[in-house]
Nanobody
Framework: QVQLVESGGGLVQTGGSLSLSCVAS????????MGWFRQTPGKERDFVAS????????YYADSVKGRFTVIRDNAKNTVFLQMNSLKPEDTAVYYC?????????????WGQGTQVTVSS
């Protein structure tokens, strides 16, 4: 099992940027895909982005493509989500997870989440 801890959330104005971090412990994650999801109250947890173990393959939800970038530093056992040009509809709790694909059921370890709030 891998323990994941997200950080970097906060309050930002429309058009601003935030960088989220996800630090893993308990196992090195270099051979695993990692993903970012987000969730708002009363809604399902939605896929945001994913990155392969070697960092060479990435996928994004259409809603964030061109604005968000997922990268990883396997030496630091950390995955990042750089978010630019933020919009109020990006407001959510953001989770990182270990796995691969766009479905939550494809992920086995989850962090506790970090709140991102974008003000209009």
């Amino acid at each position: 099992q891998v323990q994941l801890v997200e950080s970097g959330g906060g309050l930002v104005q429309t058009g601003g940027s935030l960088s989220l971090s996800c630090v893993a412990s308990g196992r090195t994650i270099g051979s695993y895909g990692m993903g970012w999801f987000r969730q708002t109250p009363g809604k399902e947890r939605d896929f945001v982005a994913s990155i392969s173990g070697n960092g060479k393959t990435t996928y994004y939800a259409d809603s964030v493509k061109g604005r968000f970038t997922v990268i990883r530093d396997n030496a630091k056992n950390t995955v990042f989500l750089q978010m630019n040009s933020l919009k109020p509809e990006d407001t959510a709790v953001y989770y990182c997870a270990r796995g691969w694909g766009r479905e939550t059921r494809a992920y086995v370890d989850w962090g506790q989440g970090t709140q991102v709030t974008v003000s209009s």
